[in-house]
C-alpha cells in the first residue's frame, strides 16, 4: 500500500513571495490533514478535511494560508505572502476519519529568507 | 482545550538499557486516544503505539509499552533493550474521536553504542 506522498521536499523561498505544497492521501482516506512543525516543536494543526469539506481551519492563518482539496482526493496548500516565521516544516497525514491512525508523509521544509 | 506535556526535552541512554518518557496530559473528556509517535531525522512521523482511554489494560508493541494513568492523566513510554535505531524525536499525542492530533514538544532520544 502506498504512502502519503509530498511534494517538494525542500523548498527555499524570499519573503512576501509565493509557495504551494501538495499532498496525495492513501487511496480511501476520508480524512486528510495538514500540521505545520516548527523547529524544535510538536506539529500542530492547520486544517483538517473530510472529503473535500473543511472539518476545522481554526489554527490557519487566513490572511495568507489558503488550502483546497479538489474531488475529495489530493490537496495543496498555498502560503501568498510568505513571512520570515513561515519557515517550517509542513506535514500532510491521511486516517480513514473513523477514530483511525493518522498516516504521516514525509513532509515538506520551508526556509523563508 | 487539551494539553500534552512532554517535560523531557532529551534523554539519553545507552544500547540495551531500558528508558522511560514522561508525559502528561489534560482534558475534560472521557473518550479518547493516546498516542507516541517517532520522528527520525528523516521527518516521518511513525506511530509506535496507541492507548484507547476506555482501556484498563496497557498497550504494548513488541519493545514498546505504556503506563496509562488515567485518574492523573499520565501516559509514559517505556523502551525495553533499546537498538541504536530507537534515537529519534518522540512525541506524545492526544485525540479525541476523528479530530485532530495535538501534540506534546517532543524528547529527543539518543541510544549511545
Known amino acids: 500500500e502506498a504512502g502519503v506522498a509530498q511534494s517538494p521536499r525542500y523548498k527555499i523561498i524570499e519573503k512576501r513571495q509565493s509557495v504551494a505544497f501538495w499532498c496525495n492521501p492513501i487511496?480511501?482516506?476520508?480524512?486528510l490533514y495538514w500540521y505545520q512543525q516548527i523547529l524544535g516543536q510538536g506539529p500542530k494543526l492547520l486544517i483538517q478535511?473530510?472529503?473535500?469539506?473543511?472539518?476545522?481551519d481554526s489554527q490557519l492563518p487566513k490572511d495568507r494560508f489558503s488550502a483546497e482539496r479538489l474531488k475529495g482526493v489530493d490537496s495543496t496548500l498555498k502560503i501568498q505572502p510568505a513571512k520570515l516565521e513561515d519557515s517550517a516544516v509542513y506535514l500532510c497525514?491521511?486516517?480513514?476519519?473513523?477514530?483511525?491512525?493518522?498516516?504521516f508523509g514525509p513532509g515538506t521544509r520551508l526556509t523563508v529568507l | 482545550a487539551q494539553t500534552v506535556t512532554q517535560s523531557q526535552p532529551e534523554m539519553s541512554v545507552q544500547e540495551a538499557e531500558t528508558v522511560t518518557l514522561s508525559c502528561t496530559y489534560d482534558?475534560?473528556?472521557?473518550?479518547?486516544?493516546l498516542f507516541w509517535y517517532k520522528q527520525p531525522p528523516s521527518r516521518q512521523m511513525i506511530l509506535v503505539i496507541r492507548?484507547?482511554?476506555?482501556?484498563?489494560q496497557n498497550a504494548t508493541e513488541n519493545r514498546f509499552s505504556v503506563n496509562f494513568q488515567k485518574a492523573a492523566k499520565s501516559f509514559s513510554l517505556k523502551i525495553s533493550d533499546s537498538q541504536l535505531g530507537d534515537t529519534a524525536m518522540y512525541f506524545c499525542?492526544?485525540?479525541?474521536?476523528?479530530?485532530?492530533?495535538?501534540f506534546g514538544q517532543g524528547t529527543r532520544l539518543t541510544i549511545n553504542p
Open positions: 497525514a491521511s486516517s480513514t476519519g473513523t477514530q483511525g491512525e493518522q498516516f
Open positions: 482534558t475534560s473528556e472521557n473518550n479518547y486516544y
Open positions: 487511496s480511501g482516506h476520508a480524512t
Open positions: 492507548q484507547e482511554a476506555y482501556k484498563q
Open positions: 478535511f473530510q472529503n473535500n469539506g473543511v472539518v476545522d
Open positions: 499525542a492526544f485525540m479525541v474521536g476523528a479530530q485532530k492530533l495535538v
